[in-house]
């Protein structure tokens, strides 16, 4: 088995499901019917992303799991996605920053994976793109809304960016496991578009009326299995009936 390869792969599946878990919460409690269907639909997007690239990962392993096993019967040390996309959703605001934080360095890391030297990630990418320019697109949308709307909004909006901030340097770094893959040019080095990324980030914050917060000390570990304490309380909820009944056929 390529470990380096699988690790490349389970990473890219367990930040879709994780993200899709944490959108999924907010069916039947958006603001409007209208941002719980779109709320939805993108947690859709993102588990069938889950879906295929966990799959992967399980062939790579040779079939000793399936997408499913990989899914629901994990711990939280052994799930490999960025801290950002398991913070919690707390406000319309809150989820908004998240999502396009992560939707803009996914759009653009999905782009590249397109090209990748392995056919399969290279499928997967290129077909997730065209949704992850939706993702992206749709929360730019949201967020110049709310932070160019009513004092009350832009201030929330300007607490997600203020929470979540501190995630965004993880999704830039890469430990030696992850520069193996870049080196045979099956994954891809997002040191190479960190500036296209800020340059995206602060012209939605300039329309938005929102400050590019200073440089602060970043929380990472996600891809190392190290997580914040909000990981295993989304993974409990996720993974009850699987693991409650896990001879169960649906």
Not at 23 to 38: M, N
Not at 82 to 93: A, I, R, S, Y
Not at 129 to 155: F, N, Q
């Amino acid at each position: 088995m390529d470990q380096n390869l699988f690790d490349y792969v389970l990473g890219l599946g367990d930040d879709a499901l994780v993200l899709a878990q944490r959108l999924t919460q907010w069916c039947g409690h958006a603001p409007t019917i209208e941002i719980d269907l779109s709320l939805s639909n993108l947690g859709l997007d993102l588990l069938g992303q889950a879906t295929l690239f966990l799959g992967y990962a399980a062939t790579i392993e040779g079939g000793k799991r399936d997408a499913d096993k990989l899914a629901f019967h994990r711990d939280a040390h052994e799930f490999r996605n960025v801290m950002l996309v398991e913070q919690p959703n707390g406000d319309f605001g809150q989820t908004i920053v998240r999502q396009f934080l992560f939707s803009t360095w996914q759009k653009m890391l999905f782009d590249r994976l397109a090209l990748s030297s392995d056919r399969s990630i290279a499928d997967i990418a290129a077909k997730a793109a065209k949704e992850t320019a939706y993702h992206e697109e749709i929360a730019a949308e949201w967020v110049i809304r709310l932070g160019d709307g009513t004092d009350e909004s832009h201030h929330r909006v300007s607490e997600g960016v203020r929470w979540m901030w501190r995630f965004v340097p993880e999704l830039f770094l890469h430990d030696d496991t992850v520069q193996h893959d870049i080196a045979c040019g099956a994954g891809v080095n997002c040191g190479s578009f960190r500036g296209e990324y800020d340059a995206r980030v602060a012209s939605v914050f300039k329309e938005a009326g929102i400050e590019v917060p200073p440089i602060q000390r970043p929380l990472i570990g996600g891809r190392r299995g190290h997580h914040s304490e909000h990981l295993g309380p989304l993974l409990s909820e996720m993974q009850y009936l699987p693991r409650a009944y896990p001879d169960a056929r649906w």
